[in-house]
T-cell receptor, first 110, second 115 residues
Framework: GQNIDQPTEMTATEGAIVQINCTYQ??????LFWYQQHAGEAPTFLSY????GLEEKGRFSSFLSRSKGYSYLLLKELQMKDSASYLC???????????FGQGTELSVKP | GAVVSQHPSRVICKSGTSVKIECRSL??????MFWYRQFPKKSLMLMAT?????????EQGVEKDKFLINHASLTLSTLTVTSAHPEDSSFYIC???????????FGPGTRLTVT
C-alpha cells in the first residue's frame, strides 16, 4: 500500500528554524516533492528531491534518504507569512501521479 | 512561469444538477492533467489522471460515471460532477504536467457547494 506520514501540526517562533519530517512507504518512487498551501489556495511548489542528500533553495532546504524512506523540509529565518500547510508528496513511478501526505499545519508565532 | 487556470473559482448548485469545472494550461501544452479533491484541513486526494486524447484513469473508489473527465486538447481538461449531492461539496484542484518536465503546476482550485 501507499503510506506517507507527517506531523499534523507544528508551532514555531518568528526568526527560528523548523524541521518538518515526512516518512513514506510506497510501491514505487520517482521523486519527493514539498508544497506549501495557504488556506483556500492551491499548493505551490517548494522543492524536489530524487537523489539522496540536501537541496537548498534560499530559506528552504529539503533532505532525502531513499533507504530510510525519509525526508525533511527545513525552514530558516521563519516569517509570519510562512504560516501554512506543508505537504509532502511522493511521485509514483507509473504515470507520474503524486501521492500526498496529510499535510503539516505550521503556525509561526511572534 | 507555467500557469494553470480553473473556472469557475466558486460554484453553488442544487442537489441533482451537474457542474462542469474547467482546467486550462495557459502557456504550455499539458500532456497529462490530474484532478484532486480536498476536504477541509485534509490533504489532496487524487481522483483521476487524464492524458490528452485518451480515457482518464480513475483512482480506486472514485466513480467514473459520477465524475466525468474529458481531456480534449493539450490545454484543456474538464471535470463534470453529475447529479451532485451535498457530500460532493469540496475543493477541487487540477494540476498539469508538460512532457519532459518533472514538476506539476496546480490550478487555483474550485470551491463546490451543493445545497
Amino acid at each position: 500500500g501507499q503510506n506517507i506520514d507527517q506531523p499534523t501540526e507544528m508551532t514555531a517562533t518568528e526568526g527560528a528554524i523548523v524541521q518538518i519530517n515526512c516518512t513514506y512507504q510506497t510501491s514505487g518512487f520517482n521523486g519527493l516533492f514539498w508544497y506549501q498551501q495557504h488556506a483556500g489556495e492551491a499548493p505551490t511548489f517548494l522543492s524536489y528531491n530524487v537523489l539522496d542528500g540536501l537541496e537548498e533553495k534560499g530559506r528552504f532546504s529539503s533532505f532525502l534518504s531513499r533507504s530510510k524512506g525519509y525526508s525533511y523540509l527545513l525552514l530558516k529565518e521563519l516569517q509570519m507569512k510562512d504560516s501554512a500547510s506543508y505537504l509532502c508528496a511522493v511521485r509514483d513511478q507509473q504515470g507520474g501521479k503524486l501521492i500526498f501526505g496529510q499535510g503539516t499545519e505550521l503556525s509561526v508565532k511572534p | 512561469g507555467a500557469v494553470v487556470s480553473q473556472h469557475p473559482s466558486r460554484v453553488i448548485c442544487k442537489s441533482g444538477t451537474s457542474v462542469k469545472i474547467e482546467c486550462r494550461s495557459l502557456d504550455f501544452q499539458a500532456t497529462t492533467m490530474f484532478w484532486y479533491r480536498q476536504f477541509p484541513k485534509k490533504s489532496l486526494m487524487l481522483m483521476a489522471t487524464s492524458n490528452e486524447g485518451s480515457k482518464a484513469t480513475y483512482e480506486q473508489g472514485v466513480e467514473k460515471d459520477k465524475f466525468l473527465i474529458n481531456h480534449a486538447s493539450l490545454t484543456l481538461s474538464t471535470l463534470t460532477v453529475t447529479s451532485a449531492h451535498p457530500e460532493d461539496s469540496s475543493f477541487y484542484i487540477c494540476s498539469a504536467r508538460e512532457i519532459g518536465v518533472f514538476e506539476q503546476y496546480f490550478g487555483p482550485g474550485t470551491r463546490l457547494t451543493v445545497t
